[in-house]
């Protein structure tokens, strides 16, 4: 089944519902440079060789679209996987359609293509929206529009970046991923985050377990105290319950405990270990503010 396209898509970032064949122009692959906005570092040499051997037979199905700078002089915008796969296969040119974007349409449509196609890493999409929002002031909500995502979604990707470098490395390469980021993200002790990444590494525990175990290692002075009575009390969360902990916990990137009281009634404790990450989580649940 074809997934359904994101966000605006690239047809809307350019301003118009359809591209006519009429705008495709065949040009010389060497005069087109790459994007330089971009986000996506890491390309598969086995998937492009793939591609390569499918345009070869078929020829390059989906024109790429440039940016035109000079006389048989022009950047990419979208298509760097056509690119890089066409000129494996020996092609001499290549389609295109032209356009005149700016640097900010150029870098969302690269980023659109890209997160549409589930192409990219959480690495390189992190750095990504955190340029659209640096370089030219867009806020989370509105990168989140650009690629239709959510915001907590965009807020958690981003939060990858806080983790060290040889955490974020094996993001990149694919050795662990974005859930597995996310369960490291909890634990604050240098050590006990290695220590955990290093069994993730080891192939010993899914996202799920990962989590789990990250919990484990919480500060145990910011966990709620229960009374005698409580603590006597077997546990007997429904396990619909526990689901919506789960959910609850991957959607706000930190613990989160409900306790069932009589009549139906409850409560629900969101942790939180720093006034940064309290901001944060006030941003997830308020995102247009109280």
């Known amino acids: 089944?074809?997934?359904?396209a994101l966000g605006k898509g690239l047809e809307a970032l350019l301003g118009q519902a359809e591209?006519?064949?009429t705008l495709i122009r065949e040009l010389p692959i060497d005069s087109v440079r790459p994007n330089p906005y971009q986000p996506r570092q890491?390309?598969?040499d086995e998937s492009l060789a793939e591609l390569a051997a499918s345009i070869k037979e078929l020829g390059v199905i989906q024109?790429?679209?440039?940016?035109?700078?000079?006389?048989?002089?022009?950047v990419l915008i979208a298509g760097e996987r056509r690119l890089r796969a066409a000129k494996m296969a020996g092609l001499t040119t290549i389609p295109a359609i032209v356009r005149s974007p700016s640097e900010q349409q150029m870098l969302e449509m690269a980023l659109v293509e890209n997160v549409q196609r589930e192409d990219i890493n959480p690495i390189d999409a992190a750095l990504a929206y955190k340029r659209l929002m640096e370089e030219f002031g867009l806020t989370q909500e509105q990168v989140a529009q650009r690629v239709g995502k959510s915001v907590p979604a965009i807020s958690n990707t981003l939060r990858l970046l806080q983790l060290p470098e040889y955490i974020i490395n094996s993001l990149k390469d694919g050795a662990i991923s974005e859930g597995h980021g996310r369960a490291l993200l909890m634990v604050k002790d240098p050590v006990q985050q290695r220590q955990l990444w290093e069994e993730i590494i080891a192939g010993r525990l899914s996202v799920r377990a990962a989590e789990l175990r990250a919990r484990e290692l919480r500060p145990t002075a910011s966990s709620p105290r229960h009374t005698p009575a409580e603590a006597s009390q077997p546990s007997s969360v429904p396990e619909e319950i526990k689901a919506i902990e789960h959910n609850l916990?991957?959607?706000?990137?930190?613990?989160?405990?409900?306790?069932?009281g009589n009549g139906g009634g409850g409560k629900i404790v969101i942790e939180f270990y720093s006034e940064e990450e309290l901001a944060r989580l006030l941003e997830l649940i308020t995102p247009n503010g109280f």
């Not at 089944?1 to 359904?4: A, D, L, Q, T, V």
């Not at 024109?63 to 022009?74: H, L, S």
């Not at 916990?249 to 069932?260: D, H, K």
């Open 249 to 260: 916990s991957a959607y706000l990137g930190t613990r989160v405990q409900i306790t069932l």
């Open 63 to 74: 024109p790429i679209i440039v940016r035109q700078e000079g006389a048989n002089d022009y």
């Open 1 to 4: 089944m074809r997934r359904p």
């Open 42 to 44: 890491q390309f598969s």
């Open 19 to 21: 591209l006519s064949e």
